[in-house]
């Protein structure tokens, strides 16, 4: 599916962030938090921002990290 869940689950692991603690730090179901995670939803393009907060609370690092790999477009041609 989409970059998101993928930057996701990268940065929660990297930085040992459980779902469960993002999901209520953001306020939200940790049904929600599972499927991104999983990649089996998209978070829209709200929730990305959303998720950028609620791991700028938790670790600073992590948030520019989660917006950095979700930014990135190397892997995309440039033809």
Known sequence: MGKAGKA?????????????????TMGIGRS??????????????EAVLEIRKGLRKIN??????????????SDESEE
């Not at 040992?16 to 993002?22: A, F, V």
């Not at 929600?32 to 393009?45: C, E, V």
């Not at 600073?60 to 477009?73: G, M, S, T, V």
């Open 32 to 45: 929600t938090m599972h499927y991104w995670f999983n990649d089996i939803r998209d978070p829209s393009a």
């Open 8 to 24: 996701l689950r990268q940065v929660l692991e990297a930085y040992s962030i459980s779902q469960n603690k993002l999901a209520v």
């Open 60 to 73: 600073p690092e992590a948030a520019q990290e989660f917006i950095q790999l979700y930014l990135d477009e």
